[in-house]
């Protein structure tokens, strides 16, 4: 049980295009989920919590016009990188937290890595 | 929000000998205490967690520790395999607007050599 899923796995763009990546939590519902990023031998940074049917919540130094966030089910939140550039090259992890139960663990997907040429 | 320190950042032990990484916290709100284990290119798997209702927590090679007072909590593996190999990361929960939001340390990478 807790399987969530990420699609794409990986995405290769031009710089200036808009990149979508979904998160599904596949047998569970799930009021929250996150967004991370991470680089290359580092942590999870938050970016945003996402839940449903509300305006994500952005970290500080987070573009929310940049990095749109819609959570429309209870099993899925998108993330869509507009305007692409490099820098915003990385690892993009979603995770989702059950609804209805402690509140607190959360399960993650298996990542989108975004390379921006 | 919350702070999370993470020591050591490398860890390196031979198989069979035990590791133990220490994580730090600083908002005393904090009650939910979960470790992950991420191998290279994947994503985080929870390993183990404990809620600050409770010290301890075991299961079957990994154990981990909790002391509310000082804000701290370890994990613990024994009998060391090399497919323990990977980076761990600790996180502590803090409330904020949206709900329940976790900071994670750093992470140690852990290398378990046969």
């Known amino acids: 049980g807790a399987v969530v899923s990420q699609h794409p796995s990986w995405v290769i763009c031009k710089s200036g295009t808009s990149v979508k990546i979904e998160c599904r939590s596949l047998d569970f519902q799930a009021t929250t989920m996150f967004w991370y990023r991470q680089f290359p031998k580092q942590s999870l940074m938050l970016m945003a919590t996402?839940?449903?049917?509300?305006?994500?919540?952005?970290e500080q130094g987070v573009e929310k016009d940049k990095f749109l966030i819609n959570h429309a089910s209870l099993t899925l939140s998108t993330l869509t990188v507009t305007s692409a550039h490099p820098e915003d090259s990385s690892f993009y992890i979603c995770s989702a937290q059950p609804s209805g139960r402690a509140g607190e663990t959360q399960y993650f997907g298996p990542g989108t890595r975004l390379l921006v040429l | 929000g919350e702070n999370v320190e993470q020591h050591p950042s490398t860890l390196s032990v031979q198989e069979g000998d035990s590791a133990v990484i220490k994580c730090t916290y600083s908002d005393s709100a904090s009650n939910y205490f979960p470790w992950y284990k991420q191998e290279l290119g994947k994503r985080p798997q929870l390993i183990i967690d404990?809620?600050?209702?409770?010290g301890e927590k075991k299961d079957q090679r990994i154990a981990v520790t909790l002391n509310k007072t000082a804000k701290h909590f370890s994990l613990h593996i024994t009998e060391t395999q090399p497919e323990d190999s990977a980076v761990y990361f600790c996180a502590a929960s803090w409330r904020s607007n949206s709900g329940y939001a976790l900071n994670f340390g750093k992470g140690t990478s852990l290398l378990v050599t046969p």
């Open positions: 996402s839940n449903e049917g509300s305006k994500a919540t952005y």
């Open positions: 404990i809620r600050s209702n409770v």
